[in-house]
């Protein structure tokens, strides 16, 4: 009965679920971007979203560009949680925890919490093969598209050259992102100023990922027709918990009333910044397999 099917089967195995997943598994796009790339009408392209995103599979965000439209995002860690309760549905000797010892082993955990991250597996390049080169952009560069940099350094040992810039970017680094790069990660980037997209512009990349909506509108032409991508993550700074000068709010002299408040504010914009760090590392795990599938071209 189908009723007894694994939700990953029931959701995947219809056609154009398929390639609706396919299409976000290595990006996140608008519903009228999906619907021109999988050639169907926007009714049913929504109504198969709304089937993933019931599921699990699919999460949707508002884009900070424009309100009007949402960005839809795969969550590739539930996606491999999911294959694995498959497996062990059809029997429990394909749960990857008790797979025999020499096979690789697909991530099939929840989503990890910061400060928990194992080093990923860097897939070799061959000897002949130049490193990859990655640009993340962002409309300030003081806090994403840095954060992913650090990260995609930090995970491949220097086997991808990383860049990071903004459309329009701040004097300094946001001083929580600075924080939560050495705190959770071990990682110092107060040295780290941010860059105008101008600065790049006539560089050659393999890849150009945007992490936030607005500067997604604004990218300039990069030669080499570089593959881009889009990862729609709201700026960290931005989150209501956070509020205007947490960083700075639990230095600063008070009563004792007004100290606690200020510590539990920036308390609450390092937590933003963490699950924001989290998140692109998550994704930077994904993304090391495709720019390790076929070497970069010269």
């Known amino acids: 009965m189908a009723s007894s099917l694994p939700v990953f089967l029931r959701l995947a195995a219809h056609p154009l679920r398929w390639r609706l997943l396919t299409e976000l598994a290595v990006g996140d796009y608008r519903v009228r971007e999906l619907v021109e790339l999988v050639g169907q009408p926007q009714n049913l392209v929504s109504y198969h979203l709304r ?3 019931d599921g699990g599979l699919v999460t949707a965000r508002r884009s900070t560009h424009d ?9 590739l860690d539930r996606c491999a949680h999911a294959l694995a309760t498959t497996g062990a549905a059809l029997h429990p000797a394909l749960h990857p925890a008790l797979r025999p010892p020499g096979l690789d082993r697909s991530p099939a955990s929840p989503p990890h919490e910061p400060g928990s991250h ?3 597996a860097v897939p070799a390049l061959s000897p002949s093969a130049r490193r990859p080169r990655v640009l993340f952009a962002c409309t300030g560069n003081s806090a994403r598209s840095p954060i992913a940099e650090a990260l995609l350094r930090h995970r491949t040992g220097g086997t991808v050259e990383a860049v990071s810039a903004g459309s329009h970017p701040r004097q300094r680094l ?25 600065t790049v512009s006539g560089r ?3 890849y150009v990922i945007s992490l936030c909506d607005r500067v997604r509108e604004v990218f300039p032409h ?4 570089p593959r881009h991508l889009h990862w ?19 230095s600063t002299p008070a009563t004792s009333a007004v100290s606690a408040t200020s510590v539990t504010s920036a ?7 963490a699950r924001t760090a989290a998140e692109i590392d998550t994704r930077i795990h994904y993304l090391l397999p495709i720019l390790t599938s076929q070497e970069a071209r010269s």
């Open 174 to 198: 946001h001083p929580d992102a600075v924080a939560v790069l050495h705190e959770h990660y071990g990682l110092d980037v107060r040295d780290r100023h941010p860059r105008h997209l101008d």
């Open 51 to 53: 089937l993933l995103r």
């Open 267 to 273: 308390a609450s914009a390092t937590s933003a910044f």
């Open 222 to 225: 990069f030669p080499g027709n």
């Open 118 to 120: 194992a080093p990923h």
């Open 67 to 75: 309100a009007r439209d949402s960005y839809y995002h795969l969550d």
């Open 232 to 250: 729609s993550i709201p700026d960290p700074a931005a989150d209501p918990t956070t509020g205007s000068g947490a960083a700075q709010a639990a």
């Open 204 to 206: 050659r990349f393999d």
